[in-house]
C-alpha cells in the first residue's frame, strides 16, 4: 500500500532555514499530484505548495512563495520541501500528501498522508 514517511521538522530561529523529506513508496506515482500541508494548533490544515510527479509543475500558497521551494527526486521517490527566511508564522506540523489528478488546495482531496512532522520558528 501507499507509504508516506515525512522527516526534516525542527528548531530553528526566524530567517532561518529546514528541508522536509517525504519519502512514497507503494505504488509508482506518474499521475500523481504531492504536496505540502500544515496544521498549526486551533487552526485548520492549510495547503503549503504541490508538485506534479510527472512534468514537475509547482503550486504554492501566497503565504510561502518566493520563500519554499518543493520539489522532487523521482529515483529516489521523495519529494522535498525547502523552506528559507521561516517566520514564527511558519510554525506547525507539515504533513505531505499524495492524489491522483490534480493540484488540490483543499486537503479532503487528498487519498494518503505521512505521519507529519513538526516545524517550529522561534521569534
Known amino acids: 500500500q501507499v507509504q508516506l514517511v515525512d522527516s526534516g521538522g525542527g528548531l530553528v530561529q526566524a530567517g532561518g532555514s529546514l528541508r522536509l523529506s517525504c519519502a512514497a513508496s507503494g505504488r509508482t506515482f506518474s499521475g500523481y499530484y504531492m504536496a505540502w500541508f500544515r496544521q498549526a494548533p486551533g487552526k485548520e490544515r492549510e495547503f503549503v505548495a504541490a508538485?506534479?510527479?510527472?512534468?514537475?509543475?509547482?503550486y504554492y500558497a501566497d503565504s510561502v512563495k518566493g520563500r519554499f521551494t518543493i520539489s522532487r527526486d523521482i529515483a529516489k521517490n521523495t519529494v522535498y520541501l525547502q523552506m528559507n527566511s521561516l517566520k514564527p508564522e511558519d510554525t506547525a506540523i507539515y504533513y505531505c500528501a499524495a492524489q491522483p489528478g490534480f493540484p488540490f488546495r483543499d486537503y479532503h482531496q487528498y487519498d494518503y498522508w505521512g505521519q507529519g512532522t513538526q516545524v517550529t520558528v522561534s521569534s
Open positions: 508538485i506534479s510527479w510527472s512534468g514537475g509543475s509547482t
